[in-house]
């Protein structure tokens, strides 16, 4: 039987939003899951939920915009109570690969200040090893050899990612670089190796950010968490 994917994710949105307390800043993700989320919590908000919000990239902030949630520059908030978002593949112990959806950088800096990271998934996205999705990887401009020699140079390979055949550019101004390094079975350490490689502004290894994962499986949900 085949597996529908778009109702396993709108069930894990609908899930993790009743997390969501009154008064409370919430984070926004970016992606085709998180996108239910957002949807949910404008239904939540025209209904009288009080929250202010955080969106991860433009594309959020458009859609939030879009069903009146109220947003908050990140910039005047020192924590974040509660962020829902996706990943592109999530381990039991909830390291993630995010980043396919190009906002990598600002999706983990709203990550790094938030008290509860929900992650929502379908259940394609659950992994043993993380690796089948390549990882993506934010590079300056001016960098790109340079970066992907030093990729090649640890065991890795990567590409560009293209937009209509030009360089997909983040909001953030920056390229994206699709790495694949096979199954990963130490992200720890690759993580670190990508941190030291001049010209990297951020990777989508997500490690010890997040408190839960709710994937949708089938007509009901399994949530996993530290």
Not at 15 to 37: M, W
Request: glycine share 8%; hydrophobic share 40%; net charge negative.
């Amino acid at each position: 039987m085949t597996k529908d994917l778009e109702k396993e994710k709108q069930l894990a949105a609908k899930q993790a939003v009743k997390f969501i307390e009154n008064n409370q800043i919430v984070g926004l993700g970016t992606g085709s899951t998180a996108y239910y989320a957002i949807i949910e919590i404008g239904e939540l908000v025209s209904n009288g939920l009080k929250i202010k919000a955080v969106p991860t990239s433009e594309k959020t902030r458009s859609l939030a915009q879009s069903l009146n949630i109220p947003l908050i520059d990140i910039n005047t908030v020192n924590s974040i109570d509660i962020t829902i978002d996706g990943a592109d593949e999530f381990t039991e112990d909830l390291t993630l690969i995010k980043g396919g959806g190009g906002a990598l950088i600002q999706e983990k800096i709203v990550a790094s200040l938030t008290k509860d990271l929900i992650i929502i998934a379908d259940s394609s996205k659950k992994v043993e090893l993380l690796g089948k999705f390549n990882l993506p990887i934010a590079v300056d401009p001016i960098a790109l050899d340079s970066v992907l020699s030093q990729i090649r140079s640890i065991n890795g390979s990567g590409k560009i990612r293209l937009a209509a055949d030009k360089p997909f550019i983040t909001d953030q101004g920056n390229y994206i670089v699709d790495a694949d390094f096979g199954l990963i079975y130490n992200p720890v350490l690759l993580a670190n190796k990508l941190s030291k490689i001049d010209g990297v502004v951020g990777h989508g290894l997500f490690i010890k950010l997040a408190q839960r994962v709710i994937m949708g499986q089938g007509d009901t949900t399994i949530t996993y968490s530290i």
